[in-house]
Structures are given as structure tokens and as C-alpha cells.
T-cell receptor, first 114, second 111 residues
Framework: AQSVSQHNHHVILSEAASLELGCNYS??????LFWYVQYPGQHLQLLLK??????LVKGIKGFEAEFIKSKFSFNLRKPSVQWSDTAEYFC????????????FGKGTMLLVSP | DGGITQSPKYLFRKEGQNVTLSCEQN?????MYWYRQDPGQGLRLIYY???????QKGDIAEGYSVSREKKESFPLTVTSAQKNPTAFYLC??????????FGQGTRLTVV
């Protein structure tokens, strides 16, 4: 079974700072990778996803993530955060087989101070 | 609008009572899922269903039950056997091997 590890449970940044949230997964086969975001009081939304191809994936709101297969990592980045990025971020993985279930990390709560 | 509807948004239950959470989708997705979200725990899979009249246990199925009589509906029952039911419950659906789409969630509190 696959598992996901997110390195930071809480991150506090000032506006305009750069962001990198770590995500590592464990699974020996082909995976699909996702970052979801949950803004306060809102439902989970997809930020970006990786299935195949270019390992550098661009998502919504200026976020990007890089899949490094050799490191089993899929870190999320944003060059300059805004106060509106305050949210909880979840990394998730599914295996590349049929209706594979999503396995989530424990989440990282990002607080951006104005 | 297409989407996933969970109801109610807030639910209170007395200890020892069963309660059913509703999840309806009009996206025509085959697969549906129930997750439980607790602070610092992320989302954990309770049950999932890949097709009508079929479902499988997830990682934390004890104390829960589901049914999938219709493609668009996947209700979750939290039974009195669930030791710690207070949590945020999320329903999701998936058209195939792609990303999951989530509902707004139901916050269950046991009083």
C-alpha cells in the first residue's frame, strides 16, 4: 500500500516570501500525484496534478510542483505567497490502476501574514 | 450545476445513536468515496465504491456502513460502534483514473 509524508505540519510566512512544501511518497510502481488545497470554510480543491510527461507541473494561482522520481518526491512551490494563500495543503497519491483510491498526507497548514 | 452535494452541513448526534450522512453526485461518475478528516491526521479513507451495488472497506471502516443502490448516491452511516465519531466527513467522486472531486463536507459532533 502507498503512503504519503508531508514534512511540515505548520508553516508561517510573510507575504512575498517563497514557499516550498515537501511531499514524499512510498510506492514501488507508477503513481499519480496531486496537491489539494482547503481554504478556510471551503471544500477541497485541486491545485495541480501529475500523471506523466513533464515532471514540472504548473497549477492554479501560480503554484507549481516538481516530480522527482528518484527521490519519490513531489514538492509544491510558489515564488511569492499572498495572504490569500492561507490554507491547508494536502499532498495525495494514487496508483495507476483503474479506480485507484487517493492516499493523503497529513496536511500542511500555511499561514501567510500580511 | 454539476457537483457533489453533502447534507447536512452540520450534524449533532447523541451517543449510542446511528446517523446517516448523505452524498449525491450528478457528475455521472462511477467511483465514490468517503473520507474522514481530523486535525493533524489528513484525510483517511472509510469506504469506497467503484460501481453500483459494490463497495470496499478503506483504512478505517470499523463502525461505519455504506450502500450504493444508485450511481448518484453513496450514503454513509455512522453507527454506535464507532468509538470516536466526531469529525469532518468528506465525500468524493472520480470518473476514472483521474483526480477526485469533493463535496463541501459534513461536520458531525457527538453530544
Amino acid at each position: 500500500a502507498q503512503s504519503v509524508s508531508q514534512h511540515n505540519h505548520h508553516v508561517i510566512l510573510s507575504e512575498a516570501a517563497s514557499l516550498e512544501l515537501g511531499c514524499n511518497y512510498s510506492y514501488g510502481g507508477t503513481v499519480n500525484l496531486f496537491w489539494y488545497v482547503q481554504y478556510p470554510g471551503q471544500h477541497l480543491q485541486l491545485l495541480l496534478k501529475y500523471f506523466s510527461g513533464d515532471p514540472l507541473v504548473k497549477g492554479i494561482k501560480g503554484f507549481e510542483a516538481e516530480f522527482i522520481k528518484s527521490k519519490f518526491s513531489f514538492n509544491l512551490r510558489k515564488p511569492s505567497v499572498q495572504w490569500s494563500d492561507t490554507a491547508e495543503y494536502f499532498c495525495a497519491v494514487s496508483t495507476n490502476s483503474g479506480y485507484s483510491t487517493l492516499t493523503f498526507g497529513k496536511g500542511t497548514m500555511l499561514l501567510v501574514s500580511p | 450545476d454539476g457537483g457533489i452535494t453533502q447534507s447536512p452541513k452540520y450534524l449533532f448526534r447523541k451517543e449510542g445513536q446511528n446517523v446517516t450522512l448523505s452524498c449525491e453526485q450528478n457528475l455521472n461518475h462511477d467511483a465514490m468515496y468517503w473520507y474522514r478528516q481530523d486535525p493533524g491526521q489528513g484525510l483517511r479513507l472509510i469506504y469506497y465504491s467503484q460501481i453500483v451495488n459494490d463497495f470496499q472497506k478503506g483504512d478505517i471502516a470499523e463502525g461505519y456502513s455504506v450502500s450504493r443502490e444508485k450511481k448518484e448516491s453513496f450514503p454513509l452511516t455512522v453507527t454506535s460502534a464507532q468509538k470516536n465519531p466526531t469529525a469532518f466527513y468528506l465525500c468524493a467522486s472520480n470518473p476514472g483514473n483521474t483526480e477526485a472531486f469533493f463535496g463541501q463536507g459534513t461536520r458531525l459532533t457527538v453530544v
